[in-house]
């Protein structure tokens, strides 16, 4: 690159990025949980934990209602999030829901 030539920061970024695939993808895999608020909506409040692995996203939810109606629209939100990163970074959703954990002061009660 010659002196002359002027580029923005995160387009040299993204470049070098592009050079080393593992590095873009966990920048992209960032990004896509960044964007988890804006494409969820107000049914962000109701996220657990939300991870990538291997291009799955797994979202876990601590509303069984919130999930079923996810799951109702599950290609529109693959859709949206990939569109959001600008790649097809996420090829499969996967919803959980949270499990309620009681702890050993459970007696008879909770059986």
Known sequence: MEKSEIQKVDQVIRA???DEPLMYERLLEVEALEALPQVLGPLYKFLGRSRIHDGVLYLTFNSS???????NNKAELLLRLNTA????L???IVFRSEERRVGKECTSWCR
Not at 65 to 71: C, K, P
Not at 85 to 88: C, D, L, P, S
């Open 16 to 18: 070098w990025l592009e």
């Open 65 to 71: 209602v919130v999930r079923s109606q996810l799951s």
């Open 85 to 88: 990163v600008g790649a097809e």
């Open 90 to 92: 996420i090829r499969q």
